[in-house]
């Protein structure tokens, strides 16, 4: 089981990196589009770049983000209640994540191959869109293994960091 949450957790962490590098491109991107439209001579497909990479960003951050805790948490119902009524809400909510995180992922992956097979792409820079949404798809899968991970640290006594 230390191995399955290891091997989570460090994927996690790639698709962090990744997110990074995306949102290093985003910033890079615009720079540059900033700069050459100043002197007459704009980026083509800039706007593109940037929604890309903002899907990009968005999705794969999120399971790192959930892995760390670094989301935002509204605790004013929930300290209110009991330690075992905190873990009961605890594992619910990660039972339904892991629920809504599986039907996207799994969406996302038909949508990719409706994607694929009528060939879309991109206005300007003729970018195909599957890719991005079959990444989308592989991050939401991330997302549920995450919350699964998390319940298999509660479900052995680790209230803290499940």
Not at 71 to 84: E, G, K, N, S
Not at 130 to 138: D, I
Request: net charge positive; charged share 15%.
């Amino acid at each position: 089981m230390g191995a399955f949450i290891n091997l989570v957790h460090r994927v996690d962490l790639y698709l962090h990196y990744v997110a990074g590098a995306g949102l290093v491109v985003m910033m890079l991107a615009t720079m540059a589009d900033i700069i050459l439209r100043a002197a007459g001579h704009p980026v083509v497909g800039v706007i593109e770049i940037v929604s890309f990479c903002g899907a990009v960003v968005i999705g794969l951050a999120i399971p790192h983000s959930t892995a760390k805790k670094v989301h935002i948490a509204v605790d004013f119902l929930t300290d209110r209640l009991t330690p075992r009524g905190r873990a009961r809400l605890a594992v619910i909510t990660r039972v339904m994540g892991i629920a809504l995180f599986l039907f996207a992922s799994y969406n996302f992956v038909l949508y990719s191959l409706d994607l694929w097979r009528a060939k879309e792409v991109s206005g300007a820079l003729r970018i195909p869109f599957y890719p991005l949404t079959m990444g989308l798809a592989f991050s939401c899968l991330m997302q549920a293994l995450t919350l699964v991970c998390q319940l298999l640290t509660l479900a052995g006594g680790d209230k803290q960091n499940g």
